[in-house]
């Protein structure tokens, strides 16, 4: 992940955030989202994906699915009710966080 | 035409994340899929690697720790809700109508150790049966684990989590020298009646606790993988 450690803190959130978007979606499918909208400049290592997507479930945020498709099965994530009123709360924080390193970092365009 | 994976290919892809320390069904499945679907779209754009060319490149994205951290988050995960169905499993014997037999059985040891003049050797004795019956147990799960192991059967962390015992099986040895010091002395501890209604609980408490993991826990462990694992569909 490009500065993986400014975007660490945030995965969970644009996890939850895409999710939000398009209703249900498998690992690799979240992986080449991201890429696809940050046009290759964030690229979500598997090795963080996966762990995330676990918390998420066992905080029971996100609840899961298995269907086959092609010859092999797949995991479908989703927001479950609890999921989707935190992605509130979160986009919130990330955003108030946004304004807040702007300010500090470019203060003349904050007034 | 798009290259798609064959089955075999997916096998293959099982064998090759088992090969990489991930033993579990569970955990296999999703990372088989991620495997296939960064594969063939790979293909999409050279269409003429081979297989193994890039299913290395795809493996090396997961960096120098392969599928470890995906492994280890799955596993605190799955610790905690076995702690958690341990602890539930132990109160229902300190609620209705469990809790009858509970404070029977205790009462009866209680009555033992203070008539019995062997009460040291019978304190003893039931540490020791505790103590053995550990040890069987922990014996006859490993001789069942090979066994899976060599005939490739499906296997799912949150069962071996349950045949393991989590970290609560050793926790019987460490009161060892306290039990030894009792029957060394037990003329002096087995006097006051305080030692005596505490001895008898804790054994008692044991005897819930191995109970639970050891007979209860894992009789129940297709019901418990049916509940954390439901989009299985067994």
């Known amino acids: ?111 | 035409m798009e290259k798609k994976l064959t089955t075999e290919q997916i096998d293959q892809l099982y064998t090759f994340t088992r090969q990489h320390y991930v033993e579990w069904y569970d955990l296999q499945t999703e990372l088989v899929d991620h495997l296939a679907n960064a594969i063939e779209t790979e293909w999409q754009q050279n269409p003429k690697l081979t297989f193994d060319e890039v299913l290395s490149k795809e493996f090396q994205k997961f960096g120098v720790f392969g599928f470890m951290d995906v492994i280890e988050e799955k596993r605190k995960f799955l610790q905690k809700k076995y702690n958690q169905i341990v602890l539930s499993q132990v109160k229902t014997f300190f609620t209705l109508p469990k809790i009858m037999l509970t404070i029977a059985t205790t009462g009866f040891l209680y009555m033992l150790l203070k008539v019995s003049q062997y009460n040291g050797e019978l304190v003893l004795l039931f540490y020791s049966i505790l103590i053995v019956f550990v040890f069987y147990a922990i014996i006859s799960h490993w001789l069942k684990r090979k066994k899976q192991i060599k005939e490739n059967q499906k296997r799912w962390l949150l069962k071996d989590i349950i045949n393991q015992y989590g970290s609560f099986a050793i926790i019987i040895i460490f009161p060892l020298n306290i039990f030894m010091r009792i029957f060394n002395h037990s003329e002096q501890f087995l006097n006051s009646e305080y030692a005596v209604g505490f001895t008898s609980f804790f054994l008692v408490l044991g005897t819930i606790f191995l109970y639970v993991i050891f007979v209860l826990i894992p009789k129940k462990s297709e019901e418990y993988l049916l509940k954390y694992y439901p989009e299985y569909n067994f």
């Open chain 1, 1 to 111: 992940m490009k500065n993986s450690q400014l975007y660490k803190g945030s995965l969970n959130t644009i996890i939850m955030k895409l999710l939000e978007e398009n209703g249900k979606m498998y690992g690799y499918e979240i992986t080449q989202r991201v890429k696809a909208i940050t046009q290759g400049e964030l690229n979500i290592t598997e090795g963080a994906l996966y762990p995330a997507l676990h918390k998420l479930e066992a905080e029971g945020l996100l609840d899961v699915e298995i269907e086959k498709v092609d010859n092999r099965l797949r995991k479908y994530y989703k927001l479950t009710e609890k999921g989707t009123t935190e992605t509130v709360n979160r986009l919130a924080e990330l955003d108030d966080f946004i304004k807040t390193m702007q300010r500090l970092v470019n203060p003349k365009l904050a007034f």
